[in-house]
């Protein structure tokens, strides 16, 4: 069976007494879950108190964004050396937020995802729609486009130690959420196109939906049958939802 994975992505969010809070909350709302089930990407700067605090918990941690590069003069970046020293397990890329405001582009992404895999971390490999894109149905040839960047670089076997996020760009803290219907569909095409190439890989591999996640829809969402958990944002700051979301993802 594969892996279901809610992962909160807390985005340029929080402080150290506000994360301390949040995540004793998380900590004791998520204990009784399986193992490698949950997992908060954190602002950089708070990567070693999250480790501090999750060490020796059932949630794993990661961070949102890390530098193609291994080392070098690279003003500001991160390596994924860096992350590895601090225990991080994934490493978000590809988030629409960073293709679109940061200017990463297909190729980027697709060398950050080596990168991370490089180092032994997971990548969770963001793809997703504008509006204007799935008003012109171009919604799949879009995320064949994004997923293809990455399987062209990394080989479509890469992906066996991936997780995919599909995130339409529209739902992205919009309070719009697609519907699970909407989202199964192109679940479905991304589990489908990579089954053409790979049917074990595809059939192994975690897809979380992304975009407006709340405790009040995650569990019609996570009860179809391509949708492998979440990738959560503003309700992973919130711990009664973050909580209710991941317990939903066992139902
Ligand atoms: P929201 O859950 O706030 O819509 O954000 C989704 C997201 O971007 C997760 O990466």
């Known amino acids: 069976m594969r892996k279901k994975l809610v992962a909160g992505n807390w985005k340029m969010h929080g402080n150290l007494a506000e994360n301390n809070d949040l995540l004793n909350a998380i900590i004791s709302g998520v204990t009784e879950l399986r193992s490698e089930s949950v997992a908060v990407c954190v602002p950089y700067p708070f990567i070693p108190s999250v480790q501090d605090k999750l060490k020796k918990t059932n949630i794993a941690w990661g ?4 530098s ?8 500001g970046e991160v390596s994924t050396t860096m992350l ?9 890329v590809g988030h629409s937020e960073r293709r679109t405001l940061f200017g990463e582009d297909s190729k980027i992404v697709a060398e950050k995802y080596v990168a991370v895999q490089k180092a032994g971390l997971t990548p969770i490999l963001c793809v997703g729609e504008t509006l204007e894109q799935r008003e012109a149905g171009t919604t799949e040839q879009v995320i064949g486009e994004q997923l293809n960047a990455v399987i062209a670089l990394a080989g479509v076997d890469s992906l066996s130690k991936a ?26 095409f991304i589990r489908s196109g990579i089954a053409t190439q790979n049917a074990s890989v ?8 992304g975009g407006s996640v709340k405790a009040n829809n995650a569990i019609e969402l996570f009860a179809m ?23 939903a993802m066992q139902n």
Not at 63 to 66: C, S, T
Not at 165 to 187: C, F, L, M, N, S
């Open 84 to 92: 590895n020293d601090f225990g991080c397990s994934y490493v978000i």
């Open 225 to 247: 049958p391509d949708i492998d958990g979440g990738l959560i944002g503003g309700a992973s700051l919130i711990a009664s939802d973050f909580i209710a979301i991941c317990h």
């Open 163 to 188: 997780v995919i996020a599909y995130e339409p760009v529209w739902a992205i803290g919009t309070g719009k959420t697609a519907t699970p219907q909407q989202a199964q569909d192109i679940h479905s």
């Open 63 to 66: 961070a949102q964004n890390v």
């Open 202 to 209: 595809a059939e192994n591999l975690t897809i979380q939906y």
């Open 68 to 75: 193609q590069y291994d080392k070098g003069a690279y003003t």
